[in-house]
T-cell receptor
Framework: GAVVSQHPSRVICKSGTSVKIECRSL??????MFWYRQFPKQSLMLMAT?????????EQGVEKDKFLINHASLTLSTLTVTSAHPEDSSFYIC????????????FGPGTRLTVT | GQSLEQPSEVTAVEGAIVQINCTYQ??????LSWYQQHDGGAPTFLSY????GLEETGRFSSFLSRSDSYGYLLLQELQMKDSASYFC????????????FGAGTILRVKS
């Protein structure tokens, strides 16, 4: 089946620093990847849609200058949280769509970000 | 706007059948999906309905009625490992297949 990986799985950083999270599709090519944020006991909130070779499409209320997304290849998308603050601490999950599946998305294992 | 409502928690015993409902106030979506998420894990795909009616996949079935703006996930022969959060989500094809998730239902299976 389609496998999506994320790195790192956990990261702790100091307030004001930047953190990069990688999302890779391991056995398929993904022209579209998605980034979600999930706070404890809450639902997944779509942050942005990442399109290979073009600018990401951000959801309303998500700061594009704070959450930088790059989709440089068909198997890699990165999310950089710039100038992180404690309120950015969350579970960040990416997903990818297999072109031939139409609707199904495959999720990465998530990255737990803690900003101190 | 987009709004999907689910019960916040459901409790059932092993071996039982449980139904998790999802009502929505949105239009123009392509289909309704269901995902399972265990604590600290990634969501995993369970089922999808593009058309009205029932889709069955092993112990799990999902139903959609567009005229009633309603869907449900049916879990049969409950097992302890089914304790998890369950999310309904709508897929918008015209936006690159983006998913919008409901708030999620925590299912607790008791022995």
């Amino acid at each position: 089946g389609a496998v999506v990986s994320q790195h790192p799985s956990r990261v702790i950083c100091k307030s004001g620093t930047s953190v990069k999270i990688e999302c890779r599709s391991l056995d398929f090519q993904a022209t579209t990847m998605f980034w979600y944020r999930q706070f404890p006991k809450q639902s997944l909130m779509l942050m942005a849609t990442s399109n290979e070779g073009s600018k990401a499409t951000y959801e309303q209320g998500v700061e594009k200058d704070k959450f930088l997304i790059n989709h440089a290849s068909l198997t890699l998308s990165t999310l950089t949280v710039t100038s992180a603050h404690p309120e950015d601490s969350s579970f960040y999950i990416c997903s990818a769509r297999v072109e031939t599946s139409g609707y199904e998305q495959y999720f990465g294992p998530g990255t737990r970000l803690t900003v101190t | 706007g987009q709004s999907l409502e689910q019960p916040s928690e459901v409790t059932a015993v092993e071996g039982a059948i449980v139904q998790i409902n999802c009502t929505y106030q949105t239009s123009g979506f392509y289909g309704l999906s269901w995902y399972q998420q265990h604590d600290g894990g990634a969501p995993t795909f369970l089922s999808y309905n593009a058309l009205d009616g029932l889709e069955e996949t092993g112990r799990f079935s999902s139903f959609l009625s567009r005229s009633d703006s309603y869907g449900y996930l049916l879990l049969q022969e409950l097992q302890m490992k089914d304790s998890a959060s369950y999310f309904c989500a709508v897929t918008y094809m015209e936006y690159g297949n983006k998913l919008v998730f409901g708030a999620g239902t925590i299912l607790r299976v008791k022995s």
